[in-house]
């Protein structure tokens, strides 16, 4: 199955900032998907990343807020702009689900903004 | 879309029991069901998983059961041991897309 590296793995930043999260898959896939874990909650998707197209949001997740970019197969970044202490969560990436793997996460970023 | 629902949101068992947690979903064209293990301070980690046209799936002391009719999913942990003390999530999809996660499982193994 695929390894995503993830970082930053935690930052604390200041409300009104902007923080831009990087993973890097060690193999080509066609759709990456982005995660948001509220203390003590489950995952709730943020959006699909396709390469070469429009990340897809899911309801309550708008582009201005999330802003994410898909270069190539193997890379995305997720920014969380303009936050707020309500934004702070841990922040994951995925891949998977064709053939026989399983999904993947990345290592996860705990953002936690002031 | 997708939902899940789990149950129940906390088990506390004690070492050598069994423990089970349920999942129903709404999406009768979700082919796979993952179950995570999530430790504190950690990713989400794979246990097992089954696809639609398997009722049952056993790894060691852990089993998942699939029941595509009713739309719902379970998993069994025999055996129980402290080190499965964690939370767990169930989740579907359709291969390839986005899974969508159940509210988890805060599960406790006391000795």
């Known amino acids: 199955s695929a390894v995503i590296s993830q970082k930053p793995s935690r930052d604390i930043c200041q409300r009104g900032t902007s923080l831009t999260i990087q993973c890097q898959v060690d193999s080509q896939v066609t759709m990456m998907f982005w995660y948001r874990q509220q203390p003590g909650q489950s995952l709730t998707l943020i959006a699909t990343?396709?390469?070469?197209?429009?990340?897809?949001?899911e309801s309550g997740f708008v582009i201005d807020k999330f802003p994410i970019s898909r270069p190539n197969l193997t890379f995305s970044t997720l920014t969380v702009s303009n936050m707020s202490p309500e934004d702070s969560s841990i922040y994951l990436c995925s891949v998977g689900g064709l053939g026989d793997y399983g999904y993947t996460f990345g290592s996860g970023t705990r953002l936690t903004v002031v | 879309g997708e939902n899940v629902e789990q149950h129940p949101s906390t088990l506390s068992v004690q070492e050598g029991d069994s423990a089970v947690i349920k999942c129903t979903y709404s999406?009768?064209?979700?082919?796979?069901f993952p179950w995570y293990k999530q430790e504190l301070g950690k990713r989400p980690q794979l246990i097992i998983d089954?696809?639609?046209?398997?009722g049952e799936k056993k790894d060691q002391r852990i089993a998942v059961t699939l029941n595509k009719t009713a739309k719902h999913f379970s998993l069994h942990i025999t055996e129980t041991q402290p080190e499965d003390s964690a939370v767990y999530f169930c989740a579907a999809s359709i291969l390839g897309y986005a899974l969508n996660f159940g509210k988890g499982t805060s599960l406790l193994v006391t000795p």
């Open positions: 990343a396709n390469q070469g197209s429009e990340a897809t949001y």
């Open positions: 999406d009768s064209a979700s082919n796979y």
């Open positions: 089954i696809r639609s046209n398997v």
